[in-house]
């Protein structure tokens, strides 16, 4: 019985329609073995430093990128707080006085309704 088995069974490489098997198409011997892994390890190892050293250079962008932001929000602030200064009541005040203006004592209303007021004509 597990003759009539073994009779019905496709050889991998039948199956894949190749002529050999693929283990036969590899180069023989142990340094041709040895020189396709030191090529692979080689490979890799150059791969491997490219893209840690454009990591390393993209966070070293980063961080001066931050930095100039954390400079911006500090002259930001900076900047609001002088503007609160020079718009408070103290500070207008103060400008206007030099200019010449003077403070209101007694305000009085012009009521257009009544027609009591003077044109200009």
């Known amino acids: 019985m597990p003759n009539v088995y073994a009779m019905s069974m496709i050889r991998p490489h039948e199956a ?5 098997p ?31 050293n454009a990591a ?3 966070g070293y962008d980063l961080s001066k990128a931050e930095s100039r932001v954390d400079s911006l929000n500090i002259d930001a602030m900076a900047l609001q707080n ?3 200064a020079m718009s408070s009541i103290q500070q207008l005040t103060g ?15 012009v009521n257009p309704a009544q027609k009591n007021y003077a044109l200009a004509r």
Do not use: H, M
Not at 16 to 20: K, R, S, Y
Not at 26 to 33: C, I, K, S
Not at 38 to 51: E, K, P, R
């Open 16 to 20: 894949l329609g190749l002529p050999q």
């Open 22 to 52: 693929i283990g036969r198409k590899l180069p023989r011997g142990l340094v041709a073995w040895n020189l396709a892994i030191a090529a692979l390890t080689i490979a890799c190892s150059v791969v491997y430093v490219i893209v840690v």
């Open 56 to 58: 390393a250079s993209k």
């Open 82 to 84: 002088k503007a609160a």
């Open 95 to 109: 400008e206007a006085s030099q200019l010449g203006f003077v403070a209101v004592d007694k305000v009085e209303y």
